[in-house]
């Protein structure tokens, strides 16, 4: 039937303003989504001493844009542990692109998604989130200091403004654009 | 003298009367693989007599279209439970299914629709 989903991921850091960010765009409240692991799924997860614990919740946090009469666009937060990098693998298949929020505070915290986006060759914009006060670095030194690619946009946001989100998304689908023209 | 007898309430303290594993046979994948969080289904109009409460709701708030992730969300599921129960719903002809997100990306005009549709917002 002809009721198409798309999918962006946004990811950055534990505590970067995921969340907050879909909240501003989303037109129902974010919702969560569970999905139970077991022990095996699990893997890098050191659970010497605990035993009997057999499972592990990661929680997803997403929402919804009714773009036409057949097409929603579903956004996606990353889990707060980068160690689920599996759950990864599922939100980025076939998505649209990501954004990866930036803490200014701990540009570090970004890093394992810049780096996941970019061997994966999934679009993502880089959306340094302003809602932590006055940034000290330029855009120089926050390209320099997660070693960008040139060509990833970067842009200023405050995730908790619905027009700041929008851009970020808008930046993101343009740029996703620009990469598929250049593959055809 | 007390004695422990079942007063019909299925949720107990303890959890689920049903263990989620009985509810979708022991299943831990859909057949469907190409069944991702972001693809939406919507309920077909067919009688349902015959459905196990748990199927029931899904097809109940299928309704409108609907991703796995939000009925997932909805009824408080795991998502894989959610995408096995989905997949025997589609199977059996309960629910339609819309195009999995991840065969549409390379697609122009669809990019194009997004864009339209964030700048509508």
């Known amino acids: 039937m002809d009721r198409t989903s798309v999918k962006i991921v946004v990811a950055g850091g534990f505590g970067t303003g995921k969340t907050t960010l879909v909240a501003s765009v989303s037109e129902i409240p974010p919702l969560t989504t569970e999905e139970v692991l077991t022990e095996a799924s699990v893997g890098v997860d050191d659970i010497t001493g605990v035993e009997g614990k057999t499972t592990t919740t990661v929680a997803l946090d997403f929402g919804r844009i009714t773009i036409s009469p057949d097409v929603v666009l579903y956004l996606f937060g990353t889990p707060g542990q980068d160690r689920f990098w599996f759950m990864w693998d599922e939100l980025a298949q076939g998505a649209v692109g990501a954004i990866v929020l930036v803490d200014t505070r701990r540009l570090e915290a970004s890093f394992p998604a810049v780096d996941y986006f970019e061997r994966r060759g999934l679009p993502f914009v880089t959306a340094v989130n302003r809602f932590f006060g006055e940034c000290a670095y330029t855009e120089e030194e926050i390209r320099g200091a997660l070693e960008l690619d040139p060509r990833v946009p970067l842009v200023w946001c405050d995730a908790r403004d619905r027009e700041s989100s929008k851009l970020a998304l808008i930046t993101l689908v343009r740029h996703a654009m620009t990469r598929l023209r250049v593959k055809a | 003298m007390t004695f422990e007898t079942w007063d019909g309430d299925d949720e107990t303290a303890a959890g689920r009367f049903v263990p989620l594993y009985v509810l979708v046979n022991g299943r831990t994948a859909p057949r469907d693989s190409s069944l991702d969080l972001a693809t939406q289904v919507v309920s077909l109009p067919v009688d349902t007599r015959r459905l196990e409460p748990e199927y029931l709701e899904i097809v ?38 819309g195009n999995p997100a991840q065969q549409k990306i390379i697609d122009q005009h669809l990019l194009d629709a997004v864009l339209a549709g964030l700048e509508r917002l």
């Open chain 2, 60 to 97: 109940h708030r299928c309704a409108n279209w609907m991703s796995v992730a939000e009925i997932g969300a909805y009824l408080r599921l795991p998502l894989t439970i959610t995408k096995v129960m989905v997949d025997v719903l589609i199977e059996q002809g309960y629910l339609a299914v």
